[in-house]
Nanobody, 115 residues
Framework: VQLQASGGGLAQPGGSLRLSCVAS????????MAWYRKALGKEREFVAR???????YYANSVRGRFTISRDNAKNVVSLQMNSLEPEDTATYYC??????????WGQGTLVTVSS
């Protein structure tokens, strides 16, 4: 089982980052994939999801700023994050949409938005 997220780091408010996640075929193939995030002291929350066809859906808090995409040939799901806000600071995880707390989540990638 593999969920390897990368691309996080420090960004200034208004800046951009691009996250990528390589998933095992058993998780990725034919499934809706999603990005979630967990801020310090808060519960994990949904950010965006994408159908195998490429249609994406977003949480209200990120709609218009974030774009989810996937490469079905490489089992990669990505998240382009623009106009970042301090409230976007969190560890970001990818997984199959609907994965529960008992699922494998990988290490995630930390995004910090600060001036």
């Amino acid at each position: 089982v593999q969920l390897q997220a990368s691309g996080g780091g420090l960004a200034q408010p208004g800046g951009s980052l691009r996250l990528s996640c390589v998933a095992s075929p058993s998780i990725f193939s034919g499934n809706e994939m999603a990005w979630y995030r967990k801020a310090l002291g808060k519960e994990r929350e949904f950010v965006a999801r994408i159908y195998p066809s490429g249609s994406g859906y977003y949480a209200n808090s990120v709609r218009g700023r974030f774009t989810i995409s996937r490469d079905n040939a490489k089992n990669v799901v990505s998240l382009q994050m623009n106009s970042l806000e301090p409230e976007d600071t969190a560890t970001y995880y990818c997984n199959r949409y609907g994965a529960n707390d008992g699922s494998y989540w990988g290490q995630g990638t930390l995004v910090t938005v600060s001036s």
